[in-house]
């Protein structure tokens, strides 16, 4: 079965840096969720789409805006990198009427 | 407002052991609840879910977990405990009366498995 998607897998920036991050939702799934997990920390949601409008908004810094675009795909900008950046970032999807999160294999953001 | 407690950040057992790894759970409104394994440097799969079908959750890889309402608990077992199981687990709950779909989670179990 398809699963969520992202891409880089990895990915490595500098300080003051931007960084883009994109996610690829399963098929037919019409809502996208990112989270923040940090070094030895559970994950922390971020922001969530649906139908390309912003449905929820969590601990996400005003340096980083996201959006989904209409193949449901979404991308997470981040500018002004800072150390406390690096994380693993996930996303997941899942269909409206469900609460089951599908989670993709993260990408793993290393700020220098 | 909803919150997960894992009670234990670490669990060792040895490898054809029961596992136990205990969760208690704060929600406003009926909770979904999840427990999804992390391993090192992967991503998080689902495990089981528990939305008020049925109390027992049987979940892949042998694990199950019993939804006990009056001690606002969602604990994960498993009979017999296999090296491939050692990973992060983590608790999560979310709230559909809420209208926040976000997950919630807890900080996460260990599990080490000696052979």
């Known amino acids: 079965a398809a699963g969520v998607i992202q891409s880089p897998r990895h990915l490595i920036k500098e300080k003051r840096e931007t960084a883009t991050l994109k996610c690829y939702p399963i098929?037919?799934?019409?809502?996208v969720y990112w989270y923040q997990q940090g070094p030895g920390q559970d994950p922390q949601f971020l922001i969530s789409?649906?139908?390309?409008?912003?449905?929820d908004k969590g601990s996400i810094p005003d340096r980083f805006s996201a959006q989904q675009f209409s193949d449901y795909h979404s991308e997470l900008n981040m500018s002004s990198l800072e150390l406390g950046d690096s994380a693993l970032y996930f996303c997941?999807?899942?269909?409206?009427?469900?609460?089951?999160?599908?989670f993709g294999p993260g990408t793993r953001l290393t700020v220098l | 407002a909803q919150s997960v407690t894992q009670l234990d950040s670490h669990v060792s057992v040895s490898e054809g052991t029961p596992v136990l790894l205990r969760c208690n759970y704060s929600?406003?409104?009926?909770?979904?609840l999840f427990w999804y394994v992390q391993h090192p440097n992967k991503g998080l799969q689902l495990l089981l879910k528990y939305t008020s079908a049925a109390t027992l959750v049987k979940g892949i890889n042998g694990f199950e977990a019993e939804f006990k309402k009056s001690e606002t608990s969602f604990h994960l077992t498993k009979p017999s405990a296999h090296m491939s199981d050692a990973a992060e687990y983590f608790c999560v709950v979310t709230s559909w009366d809420t209208g926040r779909r976000a997950l919630t989670f807890g900080s996460g179990t260990r599990l080490q498995v000696q052979p």
């Open positions: 997941a999807s899942s269909r409206r009427e469900s609460d089951t999160q599908y």
């Open positions: 098929p037919r799934h019409d809502t």
């Open positions: 789409f649906y139908e390309k409008m912003q449905s």
């Open positions: 929600s406003s409104y009926s909770p979904s």
